[in-house]
T-cell receptor, first 113, second 113 residues
């Protein structure tokens, strides 16, 4: 029973490039959440998706960031024109229903150089 | 606007003794609370949760206490073991609401032999 799978584990991008982070939820989980953790801080909610729908994107920066969870395939968090301040650990979580059974992936560590 | 606060960035406890980690919240709408444990370069791992209809929940060495009037919760680990050394995050949610988790900043627990 595979957990939440995130790839890549580490991603290095130059300023101005695009970053694509992938998340495959646990089998049977239809709710996907993305969180960001800046150094020495807690996790901050970014976006909540169900299949083909964005339910809550109140934590997403207004520009350059987008997320999707297509009918087939993993959820994607996309950051366009990355800047140094985007360097962080990005965690995906999935659940079968709301905060119950919330399971996190191992994260993608994005470094912008 | 820090709705969930962990005021102790670090805590050092001797092996075999009790570890007590504290968390305060400001949003009275929160009705479900969780504790996560996180090792470096890994995602948060769920430890224990409590609903606002309870004031205590126990699971093995871990007990969570909730004081709704004080908007305070605590995690007790007894006896503490070296493998408990990690960063601990408390998180809060509104069950019927947005379903996102609001995290505290974390407390780094070190268990000394």
């Amino acid at each position: 029973n595979a957990g939440v799978m995130q790839n890549p584990r580490h991603l290095v991008r130059r300023r101005g490039q695009e970053a694509r982070l992938r998340c495959s939820p646990m089998k049977g989980h239809s709710h996907v959440y993305w969180y960001r953790q800046l150094p020495e801080e807690g996790l901050k909610f970014m976006v909540y998706l169900q299949k083909e729908n964005i339910i809550d994107e109140s934590g997403m920066p207004k520009e350059r960031f987008s997320a999707e969870f297509p009918k087939e395939g993993p959820s994607i968090l996309r950051i366009q024109q990355v800047v140094r301040g985007d360097s962080a650990a990005y965690f995906c979580a999935s659940s079968p229903q709301g905060p119950y059974g919330y399971t996190f992936g191992s994260g993608t560590r994005l470094t912008v150089v | 606007d820090q709705q969930v606060k962990q005021n102790s960035p670090s805590l050092s406890v001797q092996e075999g003794r009790i570890s007590i980690l504290n968390c305060d919240y400001t949003n009275s709408m929160f009705d479900y609370f969780l504790w996560y444990k996180k090792y470096p370069a890994e995602g948060p791992t769920f430890l224990i949760s409590i609903s606002s209809i309870k004031d205590k929940n126990e699971d093995g060495r871990f007990t969570v206490f909730l004081n709704k009037s004080a908007k305070h919760l605590s995690l007790h680990i007894v006896p503490s073991q070296p493998g408990d050394s990690a960063v601990y995050f408390c998180a809060a949610s509104v069950i019927q609401g947005a379903q996102k988790l609001v995290f505290g900043q974390g407390t780094r627990l070190t268990i000394n032999p």
